[in-house]
């Protein structure tokens, strides 16, 4: 990065954001005096190892600083000894590149009903840095604070989250913008994963059940840890016709219904958290029920958290 300074008549300054080096060149018009060596906003000449001397002449010295660091922000002054003293300034700005973000308060898993603070933090922005916060692929509002430590700043924003089931596997993602990092923001992602109950529930192949018929049961059920297999019962015990009852993953089948089939079917499933039950009241008609004379019928489904 260079920092181009003329002296003339009227001082021309010129302001850079370097990142790594800066070289400062004082170009003299005027060759009938010697320059004097730089000197920063502190008006004294400037010495630092890392300051090196690339160019002197009697029209020109250029001064390279390498390694810059926020303290090399400031005034820069090249003074001509003439009669009179000529002197050109510029203003040298440094940006502050922030940290990688990092998020914390993130516990895996999580429990339905908890409640956590998520906070994305970053330090070393100059200006300080914006951080947004998104839930998947959504914008979500946050609590943003800001604090200063001499020349930078830290940044934090904190979402504060009631979790339910709805947030088991959500991506929330924060990305820390800076004029530094120009369109390529930090991003930092982290996966929910929430821990819940299960939930039951029974659905059928058919609305009117009948003798000789092929019947199925689908039991749904949901929870995290995913609770596998389920328990099929019948009338509160075991199904009674195991060669006709098949009981495959969740579902079960009746490949021949008849009227002792009626009764409460019961599909219940656990985790750890807890266990759920629903039931289904199967009532099987003749085999040549007439369906003109058909006006309603009602299918029980009960669904039981313990």
């Known amino acids: 990065m260079h920092l181009v300074i003329y002296a003339e008549t009227e001082s021309v300054c010129s302001s850079i954001s370097p990142f790594a080096a800066a070289q400062n060149i004082c170009h003299l018009l005027e060759n009938k005096a010697a320059a004097e060596p730089w000197s920063s906003s502190s008006y004294f000449a400037l010495r630092d190892n890392r300051i090196e001397l690339v160019r002197a002449s009697g029209?020109?010295?250029?001064?390279?600083?390498?390694?810059?660091?926020?303290?090399?922000?400031?005034?820069?002054?090249?003074?001509?000894?003439t009669m009179p003293v000529k002197t050109s300034k510029a203003f040298l700005t440094v940006l502050g590149i922030p940290e990688r973000p990092r998020i914390t308060g993130f516990t895996n898993p999580a429990m339905e009903g908890d409640e956590i603070t998520l906070t994305c933090s970053t330090s070393g922005s100059k200006p300080a840095a914006h951080i947004h916060w998104f839930r998947n692929d959504k914008e979500v509002q946050g609590v943003k604070e800001v604090n200063a430590?001499?020349?930078?700043?830290?940044?934090?924003?904190?979402?504060?989250?009631?979790?339910?089931?709805?947030?088991?596997?959500?991506?929330?993602?924060?990305?820390?913008?800076?004029?530094?990092?120009?369109?390529?923001?930090?991003?930092?992602?982290?996966?929910?994963?929430?821990h819940y109950a299960p939930h039951v529930e029974i659905s059928h192949t058919m609305t009117i059940p009948q003798e000789g018929q092929y019947f199925k049961l689908e039991c749904a059920s949901k929870g995290n840890p995913l609770p596998d297999p389920?328990?099929?019962?019948?009338?509160?015990?075991?199904?009674?016709?195991?060669?006709?009852?098949?009981?495959?993953?969740?579902?079960?089948?009746?490949?021949?219904?008849?009227?002792?089939?009626?009764?409460?079917?019961?599909?219940e499933a656990n985790n750890y958290l807890g266990t759920s039950g629903a039931e289904y009241l199967l009532i099987v008609y003749g085999e040549f029920i007439d369906k003109t004379n058909w006006h309603s019928l009602t299918l029980q489904c009960f669904n039981i958290v313990s």
């Open 230 to 267: 389920v328990l099929w019962s019948k009338d509160g015990g075991d199904l009674p016709d195991v060669e006709r009852m098949i009981v495959e993953g969740r579902d079960l089948t009746i490949t021949s219904l008849n009227k002792t089939d009626n009764g409460t079917y019961r599909c």
């Open 149 to 194: 430590t001499g020349k930078s700043f830290i940044v934090k924003n904190s979402l504060h989250l009631q979790l339910n089931q709805r947030d088991d596997g959500v991506a929330y993602t924060c990305s820390v913008e800076h004029v530094s990092l120009a369109s390529n923001p930090y991003q930092i992602t982290e996966v929910l994963q929430v």
């Open 59 to 81: 029209a020109e010295l250029t001064i390279s600083i390498s390694d810059i660091s926020l303290s090399d922000e400031g005034q820069y002054t090249c003074s001509l000894f």
